[in-house]
C-alpha cells in the first residue's frame, strides 16, 4: 500500500476509534434508565405512588423519543451545512452535563425535563457520527467500519443492562451511576474536539452547505428508495426499541425474577449477539458488494429475515431461557440489519446531505419509536396479551423484508 493510502487508513480507523467510546455512552445513558426503573420510581414518590405508574413511565420515555426525533432533523442538517466534528462535540458535552443532572432530579417532573433535554442534544450525534465515517470509508470497509462503531452502541447498552445492580447497591445507586457517566462524558470530549477532523467535503464552500433546509429536505423526500428505506429504517425499529425499553420490565414480571437478573438477561445476550451479527454483517456485506451493488441490501434482509420469527417467540415464551434464546436470534439480525443502514443510504444520496437523510430517517423511525413505547405500557396496563403485541411487531417486519429489496442503489 502507497504511504499515502496507508496514512489515510490509518485516519480512517482512528476516526472510528475515537468515536466508539461516545457511541457506548450515548446509549448508555439511555439504557440504564430501562435497567433502573424499579429504584427509580421507589425514590422519586411522585411516579412511584401514582396508579397510572406505567402508562407515566411509558409517556417518559416516548417523550424522550419525540424529542430526539424533532432535533434528529435539526441535526443532521447542520452536520452537513457546517462541521461534522464540531456537532459531534458539542452534543456530547451538552448530553453529558444533562446525564450528570438526571442523577439529582427528585420529581418526575424535573425527570421529564432531563430526559427531553438529553433527546434534544443526544439527537445531533448519530448522523453526524455517521456521515463522518462514511466520509472516510469510501471503499470496501463502509459497512465494517459502520458496524464496529454499532458494537460500541451495543456494548453501551450491555453496560447498561448492569444498571440493575448498580441501582441496587446501598453504596452506589441509580444517582450516583448517572453522576459518573456524565463526569465521564464531559471529560473526554476535551480530547476528543483536538483529535477528530472533518474530511475536506464538509466545509462551508460545498453544495450542501449553500442549499436551504427544504431545498435538501424536498432533494430527499422524492427520491423513491430514500423513502423506501425510510419506512424500512422505521418498521422494525419499533420493535426494537421496545425490546431495548421495555424488556428489563418485561422478563422481571413474567418470570419473577430480580432487577437485576432482568436488566442483564434482557440486555446482555441479545447486545452480545448483535456484535457478533454487525461483524459478521459488515464483512459479508463489503464482500458481497464486490459482485453486485446489491449486496448491502441482501444482506441486510438476511438480518431481518431472522428478526422475524425472534420477534414472534419471544412474545410467546413459555420460561426465561426461551426468551433469552429468540432474544440472541433477535440480536443476531439486528447486527447484520443495523450494520448496513448507512451503507445503503449513501448508495442512494450524494454525500453532502448523508447527516440529513439519516437525520430525517431518526424523525421518521424514533417517533414512531415514541409510540410503540408509550402504546406499550398503555397495553400493559390494560393487560393485553405480550404475544399479541409482538405478534403485531412480527407483521411489521415482515413488510419491512419486502421494502429494501425494493430500492435501487445508483451506480
Not at 464531559?186 to 427544504?214: I, N
Request: hydrophobic share 50%; proline share 4%.
Amino acid at each position: 500500500m502507497p504511504p499515502v493510502a496507508s496514512n489515510s487508513a490509518r485516519r480512517a480507523w482512528l476516526v472510528v476509534a475515537l468515536l466508539m467510546p461516545v457511541a457506548l455512552l450515548n446509549y448508555l445513558d439511555r439504557q440504564m434508565l430501562a435497567s433502573m426503573q424499579s429504584s427509580v420510581m421507589e425514590s422519586i414518590p411522585s411516579l412511584g405512588q401514582a396508579e397510572n405508574r406505567e402508562e407515566l413511565w411509558g409517556f417518559m420515555l416516548g417523550q424522550f423519543k419525540w424529542v430526539y426525533a424533532v432535533f434528529s432533523l435539526v441535526g443532521g442538517y447542520i452536520a452537513d451545512r457546517f462541521s461534522r466534528r464540531l456537532t459531534i462535540c458539542g452534543s456530547l458535552s451538552v448530553w453529558s452535563l444533562v446525564t450528570w443532572w438526571t442523577g439529582h432530579v427528585e420529581t418526575y417532573d424535573e425527570l421529564l425535563w432531563a430526559r427531553s433535554l438529553m433527546g434534544i442534544s443526544e439527537a445531533f450525534y448519530i448522523p453526524a457520527a455517521l456521515a463522518l465515517i462514511t466520509d472516510y470509508h469510501t471503499g470496501r470497509t463502509r459497512s465494517r467500519a459502520v458496524g464496529c462503531h454499532q458494537m460500541a452502541i451495543y456494548c453501551g447498552v450491555i453496560a447498561g443492562g448492569f444498571g440493575g445492580y448498580v441501582a441496587a447497591d446501598p453504596y452506589l445507586g441509580w444517582r450516583f451511576a448517572f453522576t459518573a457517566c456524565g463526569t465521564f462524558g464531559m471529560v473526554y470530549a476535551v480530547p476528543l474536539v483536538a483529535l477528530l477532523r472533518d474530511v475536506g467535503c464538509t466545509t462551508s464552500e460545498d453544495a450542501a452547505a449553500r442549499q436551504s433546509p427544504l431545498g435538501a429536505g424536498r432533494e430527499l423526500v422524492v427520491n423513491r428508495s430514500f423513502a423506501l428505506l425510510v419506512l424500512y429504517f422505521t418498521l422494525p425499529a419499533m420493535a426494537g426499541w421496545v425490546v431495548r425499553d421495555w424488556m428489563p420490565a418485561i422478563l422481571k414480571k413474567e418470570f419473577d425474577i430480580g432487577q437485576g437478573q432482568a436488566g442483564v438477561a434482557a440486555t446482555l445476550y441479545w447486545q452480545v449477539a448483535a456484535i457478533v451479527g454487525a461483524i459478521a454483517g459488515g464483512w459479508l456485506a463489503d464482500r458481497w458488494m464486490q459482485s453486485t451493488r446489491r449486496g448491502r441490501i441482501y444482506t441486510s434482509a438476511l438480518g431481518m429475515a431472522l428478526i422475524v420469527p425472534a420477534i414472534f417467540g419471544v412474545g410467546n415464551a413459555g420460561t426465561l431461557a426461551v426468551a433469552v434464546a429468540f432474544l440472541i436470534l433477535f440480536g443476531l439480525g439486528w447486527g447484520l440489519f443495523d450494520c448496513n443502514n448507512m451503507p445503503i443510504l449513501s448508495q442512494i444520496v450524494r454525500p453532502e446531505l448523508r447527516a440529513t437523510g439519516y437525520g430525517i430517517m431518526n424523525f421518521v423511525s424514533i417517533s414512531c419509536g415514541g409510540l410503540a413505547d408509550w402504546g406499550f405500557g398503555v397495553l400493559r396496563d390494560r393487560n393485553v396479551p405480550l404475544n399479541a403485541i409482538f405478534g403485531t411487531f412480527a407483521s411489521l417486519a415482515v413488510a419491512s423484508i419486502v421494502l429494501v429489496l425494493l430500492i435501487r442503489p445508483r451506480e
